[in-house]
């Protein structure tokens, strides 16, 4: 007897799962506001440290505050030689992804405070991982070509240690500036596909290094935020602007997806992306190379033309990473720094006034039937 198809929201497209104070898409005006402040105006005006502290306490810190955020926050940084250890036995062609949710799963095993869920243990172990990642990101992609970690410098603040962490050097403010903005952008954005991850596993009670570390696998798809890297293959196997006509309508005669565009909320452009693609543009000033960008340009005004799909944030954070100088296998796990703080806030709020997330399937298998003996299968 087969049941009657009850409404399905494959994808849970258009589904409200739960309310949120963290943030607010709003697709009709293709804005994005982190607490109330819309995020173009928070890059000109605040820095990572700031918004990282408002995505977790609801307001803009004062000097004060900012100054006991980052004071903990530098004196968290380095790694254990355990997990330094424990990286070093990662296979170097291991995409580092893998080896920050692994990293990510040995912070959480090592933890003091690894089974307290309490909201207080939960902010301090929030704030371990947003000092750490970037250490374990940076050692692994080191390690990866054979050199050795650098230890992280507490004079540095945390856009300028990350570039110490990777090159040994700081480079000029510019870069600097067009980092510390990718980090804002990729902050946080509602009920992603690894928000809610998070949010899911923070719903059985179980800890942030878990709901993290979960976070970080369905980050690495590239429907979700592996498309930044994907985005930078795409632009490096296209080699010239010249050449990007022609390769988007063999995209087109196979009906294959272009990484860097579409979204699920936003239709009519990703409020994100203007001010992205702004601080690209001036990398590519910087670096004196404006081959990505110009290929960009071509892809994305033809991309419009003929299928009317706008780009969204990855697409010119792929070229900005590249033109920063990272190898294009941590253009993710970049992102993975600055999403933690949007993900802990979501763990933060799930935990606060939670209900186990347990949606129904409906069954469309075989009737049920009589298990048959051995002899008869
Ligand atoms: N390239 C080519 N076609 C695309 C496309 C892309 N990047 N994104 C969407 N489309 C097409 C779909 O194939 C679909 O075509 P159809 O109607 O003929 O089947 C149509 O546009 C509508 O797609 P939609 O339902 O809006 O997509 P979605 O909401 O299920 O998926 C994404 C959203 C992000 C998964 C999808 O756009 C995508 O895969 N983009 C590329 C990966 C990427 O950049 N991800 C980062 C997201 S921030």
């Known amino acids: 007897m087969s049941e009657a198809t009850p409404t399905l929201y494959k994808g849970l497209v258009g589904v409200y799962a739960d309310v949120s104070s963290v943030s607010k898409v709003m697709p009709e005006t293709n804005s994005l506001t982190y607490r109330g402040y819309a995020v173009q105006d928070l890059c000109e005006e605040s820095n990572f440290e700031e918004v990282a502290y408002l995505l977790w306490h609801g307001e803009l810190p004062n000097a004060g505050q900012l100054a006991a955020f980052q004071a903990e926050e530098r004196a968290n940084r380095a790694l254990s030689p355990a997990l330094l250890r424990v990286l070093r036995e990662i296979p170097r062609n291991a995409h580092p992804m893998d080896a920050i949710r692994t990293a990510v799963s040995f912070m959480g095993a090592e933890d003091p405070e690894a089974a307290d869920v309490s909201d207080a243990a939960q902010r301090r172990k929030a704030m371990r991982l947003l000092a750490k990642l970037p250490t374990a990101v940076a050692a692994t992609n080191r390690l990866s070509k054979g050199k050795e970690p650098i230890e992280p410098d507490p004079s540095l603040p945390f856009c300028e240690n990350f570039f110490h962490l ?182 933060f709020e799930q935990a606060a006034d939670n209900r186990l997330i347990r949606p129904l399937s409906h069954y469309t298998g075989v009737e049920q039937r009589p298990v048959p003996p051995m002899s008869a299968r």
Not at 218 to 233: F, I
Not at 303 to 313: A, E, F, G, Q, S
Not at 315 to 340: E, K, N
Request: charged share 20%; hydrophobic share 45%.
């Open 166 to 347: 990777v090159f040994g050097k700081v480079p000029q403010p510019e870069v600097i500036k067009s980092f510390d903005v990718s980090m804002i952008l990729y902050a946080e954005h509602t009920f992603n596909a690894s928000t809610f991850t998070a949010r899911t596993v923070t719903s059985t009670g179980a800890d942030i290094h878990g709901a993290i570390a979960a976070g970080i696998a369905a980050l690495k798809g590239p429907l979700h935020g592996g498309a930044n890297e994907a985005v930078m293959h795409m632009l490096t196997e296209i080699g010239s602007p010249e050449a990007a006509e022609d390769w988007l309508e063999g995209k087109f005669d196979h009906k294959a997806l272009v990484m860097g565009f579409g979204h699920r909320v936003y239709k009519n452009g990703d409020s994100r992306v203007p001010t992205m693609t702004k601080y690209a543009e001036k990398m590519a000033e910087v670096v004196g190379d404006r081959r990505w960008m110009e290929t960009s340009r071509v892809l994305a005004a033809k991309m419009m033309r003929v299928k009317k799909i706008h780009p969204n944030l990855d697409f010119p954070a792929g070229p900005a990473y590249y033109l920063m100088g990272f190898d294009i296998p941590m253009f993710t796990p970049i992102f993975v720094c600055s999403r933690i703080t949007g993900w802990a806030a979501h763990v």
